[in-house]
């Protein structure tokens, strides 16, 4: 067994981007609406208020779930795609469209395999309803769902990654944190986390294909998370 | 389908002789220690420490989780068994023997049932790392461990009843708490929660069996976690 797989207890994963495909997910329900626009972008534009939203609740240090921001950006979106119009009951329904994202093709097995060996949990910004939905959704077998909410601070606030490791009573160096974001990834590290890159360069879109190129500071780098399996030795 | 089976969104269970048999499986690990005391007696003497030990943490405001509730129950009941020189090591190892509880013969077939048609969630006192390792022991297929330490109050307080209903987004009358404890039922009702009562007569072990007769007020009442699935038409 690696060194590495000897030590390591817990395995907290970032999940947009990283466990789902939002850009591709949220793309093509916006496509079978008929709304007249390109449906990438409008992804991309939501997404695109996503930070500063979270941002501004840390400033204000009044706790708000996700749902709720992307309630407030889908509003905003629409406005700027000239989409005032939108009845109530379908912005609703596109809203939680964030509790049906699909699965990268390798997801399912490779957290299946790593299951077999670590706890496997989120460590998301989502809300925990959610994740809970998208995992029952996307078939994603979590030991347990962490989210932003169980701390009341969005990532890369440090208290959510010491509350994993807090949560399971581990050392720092026994939690290993994925994610497709080298921030996100520095933010564990800097925590006293592990940490596993995972390669998704089709994130943003087939159109915008990202820089996944590897970062020294990091554990392990991992094509995909049957790669990580692998490379665990599950 | 049934009406209620229609309406109901989210179920919840309590987990400590609902899901699982600790005084069975604590009983189990205390024998086996070869410690010359009554095993099920000292299962019975660790959890009489449950309620006031809460309690205590409820009037004080300072939240103390689960484990280390266990840890302070245990000290004392050692001394009171006369084992004041098991040492520290060993005390650890058997605090965790919350983590290890076995479930009924009847838990993992039935919730697998109802999360086919249901989310399903544990609503339990223990805390999430408890509940997360105990999941994995068992087999237990939870779409999302929820805790007091969630909502860092202990039930029967109504935040614990109404932090599941927010958690999903739902109506009160959408979730429906399930526990083989009528008080804490009679909690999760006055919250406008739907109730269902699991029969374990043989919480407290074979020589001390339990009243389980039926409350009128309870929603359902079911035999077992399989028997419920059956009511709920899964």
């Known amino acids: 067994m690696s060194d590495i797989a000897a030590k390591v207890k817990v395995i907290a994963f970032d999940v947009f981007g990283t466990v789902v495909d939002w ?7 916006v496509a079978d609406m008929n709304l007249g626009v390109d449906p990438g972008k409008f992804a991309l534009a939501w997404r695109a208020g996503y930070k500063p939203a979270m941002r501004e609740v840390m400033d204000k240090g009044e706790w708000v779930i996700l ?16 989409l005032d119009s939108l009845p109530e009951q379908e912005r609703q329904h596109l809203n939680l469209v964030w509790h049906r994202l699909d699965p990268w093709a390798d997801s ?26 998208m995992a029952k959704h996307a078939g994603i077998p979590w030991d347990c769902i962490l989210s932003a909410e169980n701390f009341n601070k969005y990532k890369p606030h ?3 990654y010491h509350g994993v490791v807090r949560t399971f009573a581990a050392e720092p160096g026994q939690v290993m944190f994925a994610a497709a974001h080298h921030s996100d990834l520095e933010a564990a590290r800097c925590c006293g986390l592990e940490t596993a890159y995972i390669e998704r360069p089709f994130e943003y879109g087939h159109n915008k294909p990202k820089n ?10 991992a094509t995909s998370i049957v790669q990580l399996a692998e490379l665990l030795d599950c």
Do not use: M, Q, Y
């Open 23 to 29: 850009h591709g997910s949220v793309s093509r329900e």
């Open 67 to 82: 749902d709720a921001l992307h309630r407030r950006i889908l509003d905003k979106v629409l406005t700027d795609f000239g």
């Open 108 to 133: 399912v097995e490779g957290l299946t395999r790593l299951k077999s060996r670590f706890i496997i949990c989120s460590l998301s910004n989502g809300n925990i309803g959610l994740l809970t939905e």
């Open 158 to 160: 440090p208290d959510t």
């Open 212 to 221: 996944v190129a590897p970062w020294s500071a990091n554990t392990l780098h």
